[in-house]
């Protein structure tokens, strides 16, 4: 009986090193996986944007900017990644400064756009994700 005790005991104490250890491992890529899902969550009201027609420079610029502005966060929230993915980081910084003061105002050009914000997320992504 009483080993029977010390088993459960130390299988119950088993699960919760193993649930606290990955909590933490969670909570430690919080930033970057929140800079990636704001990414992707402006990327996808660029895209809906395009599908219904809505391509006026006001529309897309202020997802543009949030872009712009939340890809500054890419580097500085994996900082130990190496110095390719910093670069990486800094030319899709660029990418989408440019968009941002130079917002598409029509359908063709933001087509173009989506086309290389959508390539700049699949390179870093290839290799990095
Ligand atoms: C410079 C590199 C880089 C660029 C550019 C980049 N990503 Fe990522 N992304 C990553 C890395 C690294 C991960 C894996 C992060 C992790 O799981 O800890 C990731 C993960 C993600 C995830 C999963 C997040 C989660 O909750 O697990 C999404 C969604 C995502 N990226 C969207 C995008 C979108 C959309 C773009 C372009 C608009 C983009 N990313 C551009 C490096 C990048």
């Known amino acids: 009986m009483r080993s029977l005790l010390i088993l459960i005991a130390g299988a119950l104490i088993g699960a919760l090193v193993t649930f606290s250890m990955a909590n933490a491992l969670h909570q430690r890529n919080a930033w970057q996986r929140g800079v990636m899902n704001l990414l992707q969550h402006h990327l996808g009201e660029l895209r809906r944007l395009q599908r219904t027609g809505s391509c006026s ?22 900082p130990n990644e190496k110095p390719d993915y910093h670069a990486q980081a800094q030319r899709f910084l660029s990418l989408n400064h ?21 390539n700049a997320c699949q390179d870093c992504h290839r290799d990095y994700r």
């Open 98 to 118: 440019r968009l941002a003061t130079e917002a598409p105002s029509a359908c063709p050009d933001l087509d173009a756009a989506l086309q290389e914000i959508g």
């Open 57 to 78: 420079a006001t529309l897309t610029a202020p997802h543009l900017l949030r872009m712009a502005q939340t890809s500054a966060d890419i580097s500085p929230s994996r």
